[in-house]
């Protein structure tokens, strides 16, 4: 199958490929991309304008602040307040942009599941549910991760750097694993031990490629002095609405391959989650571990062990009937019938 490719081979030691993550990353996004730039517009442009009117609330009140500061300080640290004035402004913006944005992790999250899984693509409808399914779960956790990892960055970048990375992959946990806030943020750091450095190569490799995007465009119409209106929503709104939705399903793509290489995920086992998952919404319980192994156990196909554990209970009872080295007490059914049919009249 087509999504078999996305699946890294299990108990790889090799450290994750950057050009291998942004090929499945394009593929996913290209194939669903009517549904992910539908899911972005929806939620990005509202999360711009609010952005928007932020910055120009917190901008007045840090100015005031820095101002209070220079009339207080008897020496000249001026530059050095306006930097670290700037440096929390951007902060701000960013962590207020990241709790509007968690708003599109759900939906993303959902798209790139079900490409791996092979499923059907997910339509805009489906993907909208999520968002009411997982967004307060996520939001809760965006919040938490972002104020933890942005209080250890000002006092000292390289542990706010850690610290984000080991949990860069909480909300694909979320929404796949449906596991609780602290959970998710504890399966992140348990999978991405090992390969802190790869996610910074990789997140850094998308990171400067957002960067030379916006540079080129803003650039280009610079040249050619276009309004800032004009530049503003093609230099800056535009990437945002199409490179953000990159980076989600960039993150999703890390989580799967990190649970191929630690857990041995591949698409039969990620569709039995999906189908147990299912039907534990609907009241039913299935033993999907047990089904599991005893697929890979026995070398059957993909399709006999999600048989395996979504048939019925009764479906293979009457076998245990039969115990070994003994007959059935089914077998010699017609000459028992024979022998005591005259009782039967």
């Not at 504890?186 to 990171?207: N, P, T």
Request: glycine residues 6%; charged residues 20%; proline residues 4%.
């Amino acid at each position: 199958m087509m999504a078999a490719d996305y699946f890294t081979a299990p108990g790889m030691n090799m450290p994750i490929s950057i050009q291998e993550m942004l090929r499945r990353t394009s593929r996913i996004y290209f194939s669903n991309i009517p549904t992910i730039l539908k899911v972005a517009v929806t939620i990005f442009v509202p999360a711009q304008i609010i952005i928007g009117i932020a910055g120009k609330k917190i901008l007045p009140w840090l100015t005031h602040i820095e101002s209070d500061l220079n009339e207080e300080i008897e020496k000249d640290y001026s530059r050095m307040i306006h930097l670290l004035s700037t440096f929390l402004y951007f902060i701000l913006l960013e962590i207020v942009g990241c709790l509007l944005y968690s708003m599109a992790e759900a939906p993303i999250a959902e798209i790139t599941k079900n490409a791996h899984a092979g499923l059907a693509k997910t339509t805009y409808s489906e993907a909208g549910h999520t968002v009411k399914e997982f967004f307060p779960k996520i939001f809760v956790a965006i919040l938490l991760m972002s104020i933890a990892s942005s209080i250890t960055l000002c006092l000292l970048i390289f542990p706010g750097i850690y610290l984000a990375l080991s949990w860069w992959i909480t909300c694909p946990v979320i929404v796949v694993e449906g596991k609780g806030i602290f959970d998710s943020m504890s399966k992140s750091w348990e999978l991405v031990s090992g390969y802190r450095c790869d996610l910074f190569k990789i997140y850094c490799a998308y990171l400067l490629s957002y960067v030379l995007v916006v540079f080129a465009i803003n650039t280009t119409l610079f040249l050619f002095l276009a309004p800032r209106l004009v530049r503003y929503i093609f230099g800056y709104c535009i990437p945002v609405i199409s490179f953000r939705p990159l980076g989600l399903v960039l993150r999703s793509v890390v989580y799967f391959d990190l649970r191929a290489r630690k857990e041995s995920l591949n698409q039969a086992k990620l569709l039995i989650e999906i189908r147990a998952k299912k039907s534990e919404g609907f009241g039913i319980e299935n033993d999907v571990n047990e089904g599991t192994e005893r697929g890979i156990a026995e070398g059957s196909s993909d399709i006999e062990m999600i048989e395996c554990t979504t048939s019925p209970g009764w479906a293979s009872q009457s076998e245990p009937l039969k115990m070994e080295g003994m007959e059935s007490i089914w077998d010699n059914q017609a000459s028992a019938e024979k022998k005591y049919s005259g009782f039967i009249s």
